[in-house]
């Protein structure tokens, strides 16, 4: 990885920001003094202090009577204006639910990222504080953008099982650095190394719907999945199973299970019974959408009677600037969007039916988080492939059609041979009444989420919004207040760093109260913002996340060039009117006072997140250290984050085989069906498909059968150009060469999150449609030692 000394553009603001930093060395220290725990008791007299203190969190009596469950169900990818809750179109009786027993937030924040609002989420600390201002998969060298939540601040998960309470996750996880997701671990990173007893999930930013690719603890989850298998189904059965054997191995003890299910993220994947539920209901496209939901938004009380609906940004295509004969294909990716969500909703409520039916729901806290962020663009003008703007491949809607014509045309859109999203122009109608969706920090459509909290025997239901300023990281004290719990200065032999959420309790019983959060800042990718006493100030950074490809002069860009804008959210709900020109020595303030929460926050140099992106370096995203490899015989579900970067970068790889007559199956595959690369043998014929994203296929096949019995077999990729470039391909069979093509555009950073490399077949999603319906598609033959290299250049 690239050292932060080759990065001089990030670095402009970092020394005054360190200077700033010392002013306020004084202050943060004075924060970290925590209260000091409990006075020993007499039967832990002959203890050390400090003896005491550990033996006190350890004894099952330390819970204040009464203390609750704790329930955080955490959605993916949607935006405020999407549940029917709140004024949207999407059916989610579970969220109504938990909505009318309790209470919700109408000005509640996320980071507008995964990884980094997860990381906030659970710890209490802003994203950057805790390495996380970056997704896992993008992280790099800076302090804050390092992928990994430091021991120094424990998640509530750490805390409340040191203090009796069992802990469960399911779902998507996201906060494990990319180089550790082997079965070799190391598992300091994953959630069972974060405190949950039990895990079941993904471990990656997405995950196929129909065969991803799940841990339980720390153990790959080989068998395949039955027909008809569905991920969101999948966790809620098992957090089910968890919750009865929990009530029976330990009634005694309260649970805290934190569900977090893949949807709605990226790849939209659901069956026809629920994606048909909204047929029809959005053919007049996003515009009339966003206007029927704000109206909606205000009837129930949920914005301000006097909210402005804010313009559709410029870059962004209007509805009726579709082509006819795009808009069944636009209208059909929102149609499975939500019905993609509306049974992840469904699903939620399947377990707090559990908790229902054990009679334990009046005591159990729920929060029901709508959203990790805004809804998301990043589906760009409608793909059925999301992965290609994450690797910043541009593509046509044409080109998009007629793949999928040879996949089943609309109808396999939402099935396991597509990993489609929809336009962006849907995830900014998803944000209504804001400007911008997920990727964006200056605006509230990327980071302001509903939430309903719920607590029948401790809150008393009121359907008036809470309008108080808060944000992920106020989730944590709030649980502690609600469980008695003191926030412990020290976790496992681990001194704590300082808190920097708010509880929210003070707003339980008084809709009115007056908030307690005063600053908070916000930076995704150096789209980036500051709320202080009711003001805002953001600027937008290099890039809007609808718009693919690069953007014009990203590579020269530096934060002090960037427009500001401000608002006044007292008078101001949805960000539409800008006072920066009006007020500049009020914006001036508020950028000061960015910066000062940057420093304080690891937040330097500002921009830091986009150092590995496919905008900047993505040479250097994380990847393995290794850059030779040895295989003995077959291999499977080796994580694709930490395997050979096959079909990225120069490599060489060369098997020993020993060849059947007309032999079938997978030499080896990296990828799934929805981007992937794979070699392997079909009747005696060799096989080479670089799979990208579904819209181009290249495919080299040999010039006639493979030779029977012992062989050697080398498959030579060499960039003509750089990352992102041609790449050229040579087969060669006991050395001569039997194959040649040149694959157009090679990716540049990966083919998927969450699936896997195998030799010898080809498990979860199959890269290729010439053996789809024969997956795993095991090789015929025998496999001996299998070889990765890289050469020099590529070191």
């Known amino acids: 990885m690239t050292s932060n000394t080759h990065a001089p553009r990030f670095v402009l603001l970092s020394c005054l920001g360190l200077v700033l930093g010392s002013l306020f060395a004084a202050q943060t220290r004075a924060q970290e003094v925590l209260p000091f725990p409990p006075t020993p008791s007499a039967s832990t007299a002959g203890l050390t202090m400090q003896d005491s203190i550990y033996q006190k969190r350890l004894e099952p009596g330390r819970l204040a009577e009464g203390a609750p469950n704790i329930l955080i169900i955490l959605m993916d990818d949607v935006g405020p204006a999407t549940p029917s809750t709140y004024g949207g179109e999407i059916n989610t009786p579970t969220l109504d639910r938990v909505a009318s027993m309790g209470i919700s937030y109408n000005r509640f924040h996320s980071t507008a990222m995964c990884s980094p609002t997860r990381a ?3 710890t209490g600390r802003n994203h950057t504080r805790v390495g996380n201002g970056q997704i896992a998969a993008l992280a790099n060298d800076f302090d804050g953008f390092s992928g990994k939540i430091p021991k120094t601040s424990a998640t509530v998960a750490e805390v409340l099982k040191n203090y009796g309470y069992n802990t469960g996750a399911w779902g998507k996880w996201h906060n494990t650095p990319e180089e550790d997701v082997t079965n070799k671990g190391p598992f300091d990173y994953w959630p069972t190394g974060h405190g949950f007893e039990y895990f079941y999930g993904f471990l990656a930013g997405e995950a196929s719907q129909y065969e991803p690719q799940m841990v339980r603890n720390t153990t790959l989850v080989t068998e395949e999945h039955k027909p008809g298998y569905h991920l969101s189904e999948d966790i809620a059965d098992d957090a089910i199973i968890w919750l009865r054997e929990q009530n029976a191995y330990a009634p005694d003890k309260p649970f805290f299970i934190y569900w977090a299910p893949g949807a709605s993220h990226g790849p939209h994947q659901i069956t026809p019974e629920w994606a048909d539920k909204y047929k029809g209901k959005f053919d007049d496209g996003w515009d009339r959408y966003r206007e029927r939901v704000f109206a909606n938004a205000k009837a129930k009380g949920w914005i301000p009677p006097d909210t402005q609906l804010t313009p559709r940004p410029a870059s962004l295509a209007a509805w009726d600037s579709i082509p006819e004969d795009e808009r069944p294909f636009q209208r059909r990716l929102m149609e499975v969007f939500a019905g993609f969500t509306e049974h992840a909703d469904f699903n939620a409520g399947r377990v707090i039916a559990e908790i229902q039916r054990q009679g334990k729901l009046d005591n159990t806290l729920i929060f029901y988080i709508w959203g990790d962020n805004g809804s998301s663009a990043e589906g760009l003008y409608g793909t059925i492939s999301e992965q290609l703007a994450q690797n910043g491949i541009p593509t046509t809607i044409a080109q998009h059609l007629e793949a999928l014509d040879e996949l089943g045309g609309l109808d396999a859109l939402g099935g396991p041979k597509t990993d489609n999203m929809y336009h962006a122009g849907w995830a900014w109608a998803g944000s209504t009444p804001y400007r911008s969706t997920k990727l964006v920090g200056a605006h509230f459509g990327g980071t302001r989420q509903p939430m309903a909290v719920a607590w029948p025997g401790g809150i008393k239901a009121d359907a008036t919004p809470r309008a108080q300023f808060h944000h992920v990281i106020d989730v944590v004290p709030t649980i502690y207040e609600a469980t008695k719990i003191t926030p412990p200065n020290m976790v496992n032999g681990f001194p704590q760093d300082s808190i920097d959420g708010v509880s929210m309790a003070y707003t339980f019983a008084d809709n009115r109260a007056k908030g307690q959060r005063r600053t908070q800042f916000f930076d995704i990718m150096a789209s980036r913002g500051i709320y202080h006493d009711g003001w805002f100030a953001g600027a937008m950074g290099p890039r809007e996340p609808w718009v693919g490809g690069m953007p014009q002069g990203a590579k020269e860009w530096s934060p002090e060039k960037d427009q500001w804008e401000l608002y006044n959210l007292n008078e101001d709900w949805s960000q539409a009117n800008d006072l920066a020109v009006k007020m500049p020595d009020k914006l001036a303030e508020m950028e000061d006072l960015f910066l000062i929460e940057s420093t304080k926050n690891k937040n330097l140099p500002i921009g830091g997140g986009l150092w590995s992106t496919a905008l900047m370096h993505p040479e250097d995203a994380p990847r393995s250290a290794i850059t030779e490899w040895t295989f003995e015989g077959a291999m499977t579900r080796m994580s694709e984050s930490a395997a050979p970067k096959l079909g990225i970068v120069d490599t060489l790889v060369s098997m020993e085989l020993d060849l059947p007559a007309n032999a079938n199956g997978v030499l080896y ?121 890289y050469p020099e250049r590529t070191r």
């Not at 290249?698 to 080398?714: F, H």
């Not at 490399?757 to 319906?773: E, H, K, R």
């Open 669 to 789: 595959a990296v990828g799934g069906f929805g981007g992937g690369l794979t070699l392997y043998v079909k009747d005696g014929v060799l096989n080479y498909e670089y799979n990208q994203f579904e819209v181009l296929r290249t495919k080299i096949q040999s010039k006639g059968k493979l030779p029977t019995g012992k062989a050697r077999l080398e498959v030579e990729s060499k960039l003509a150009e750089k990352v992102g470039g041609p790449m050229d391909v040579t087969l060669k069979v006991n050395g001569e060469t039997v194959g040649q093509g040149r694959v157009p555009t090679a990716i540049s950073l990966h083919f998927t999150t969450n699936e896997s490399f195998d030799i010898g077949s080809d498990t979860n999603s199959p890269v290729s449609l010439a053996y789809f319906d024969q997956a795993p598609f095991a090789f015929t033959g025998t496999i001996g030692t299998t070889k990765v290299t």
């Open 120 to 122: 906030a989420l659970l």
